[in-house]
């Protein structure tokens, strides 16, 4: 993908402006432009890469360094019940921006926020068969 036209690279590049929070040398933690609750935020590595599937591993110390950090500093700022980070992978699980990226959400007691249900627990041998599948194409 050529990188100018891909907004989270021109957000690092300072190219457009963020409400910018962090920054080392591998990673930027900026304010969500539609937050889901005060405070979120997103930390992205200064890589180009769409997603976990191709995400450059050099970065992932520093991401969740990134992470940690920022995740302290909105604990101290905000009065917060708790963080959830998210990350969205494809267009089906809602990913909108292909640069990878991490969500940062403080939530709060009053959030309106629900808890994903779980669903019954599958028979022995369905769980036994998706596991097999996958460790065959690890
Ligand atoms: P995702 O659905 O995981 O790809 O999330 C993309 C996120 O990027 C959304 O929460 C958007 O609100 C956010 N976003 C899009 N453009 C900008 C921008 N220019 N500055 C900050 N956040 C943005
Ligand atoms: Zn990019």
């Known amino acids: 993908m050529n990188t100018t036209h891909c907004i ?3 957000i690092i590049t300072k190219s457009i402006p963020s409400y910018i929070v962090y920054e080392d040398d591998m990673c930027i933690g900026f304010l969500d432009i539609a937050p889901i609750t005060k405070g979120h935020t997103l930390l992205v590595p200064k890589v180009h890469c769409s997603n976990i599937l191709d ?3 050099h970065y992932s110390e ?3 360094h990134g992470l940690q950090i920022v995740s302290n500093a909105i604990t101290k700022a ?3 019940e708790g963080i959830q980070i998210l990350q969205n992978n494809g267009s089906g699980a809602g990913q909108m921006v292909f640069h990878i990226h991490w969500h940062i959400i403080p939530r709060y ?3 309106g926020l629900n808890h994903w249900q779980g669903k019954a627990t599958p028979h022995k041998a369905e769980l036994q068969g998706i596991a097999d599948s996958i460790i065959s194409n690890l």
């Open 78 to 80: 905000l009065s917060v």
């Open 62 to 64: 520093s991401v969740m």
């Open 55 to 57: 995400f450059d591993l």
């Open 8 to 10: 989270f690279c021109n």
């Open 109 to 111: 007691a009053d959030d």
